[in-house]
Each structure stands twice: as structure tokens, then as C-alpha cells.
């Protein structure tokens, strides 16, 4: 991830721009940073909360998806319902 500005990105998401949210999101997914992406998702970023709730799907995580699904996230909905099935 060479000559990308995270700094940079994250004060601009702090100010309230979505691009630089979603683009952050985005590269915290790459790089598995689930905390990165808690801290957006507190902040209210939708693309966060659908790349972490892909992450815990890859990994099998029925507990963080029902988190996510309880709080009205439809990407962990979806796969938590993928996993449900794929269990029967």
C-alpha cells in the first residue's frame, strides 16, 4: 500500500467525507484491520460494516455476523443466513 496518505484519509473521513471513508474502509478490509473498521462503523460508515461482516463470513464467525445483523447490516444478514444453510 505504498504512497497511500492513511493519515491523511482518516482526518478526512473524521470530517465527515464518505469517498475518504469508503476508500479507508476499503483498505482496511485488504489488510484485515478489523479495528479500523469498528471506528468506522461507530462513525456510521455502511461500506465498513459490509467489508467486516465479508471478513467474518471468510472466517466463519456466526457470533461477530450476528452482531452485525443486529445491527441491521443486510451484507451479514445475508451471509449469515449463506452460513446457516451450508450447516444444515
Known amino acids: 500500500m505504498t504512497g497511500i496518505?492513511?493519515?491523511g484519509l482518516r482526518?478526512?473521513?473524521d470530517e465527515g467525507n464518505e469517498e475518504a471513508a469508503d476508500r479507508?474502509?476499503?483498505l482496511a478490509a485488504a489488510r484485515g484491520d478489523v479495528d479500523e473498521l469498528k471506528h468506522l462503523i461507530d462513525a456510521g460508515n455502511?461500506?465498513?460494516g459490509d467489508r467486516l461482516a465479508e471478513l467474518a463470513a471468510a472466517?466463519?464467525?456466526v457470533d461477530a455476523?450476528?452482531?452485525l445483523a443486529d445491527e441491521g447490516n443486510e451484507v451479514a444478514v445475508s451471509r449469515l443466513s449463506g452460513?446457516?444453510?451450508d450447516t444444515e
Open 11 to 13: 482526518r478526512l473521513a
Open 46 to 48: 455502511e461500506t465498513a
Open 24 to 26: 479507508l474502509a476499503e
Open 59 to 61: 472466517r466463519g464467525d
Open 83 to 85: 452460513l446457516i444453510q
Open 5 to 7: 496518505d492513511l493519515p
Open 65 to 67: 455476523l450476528s452482531s
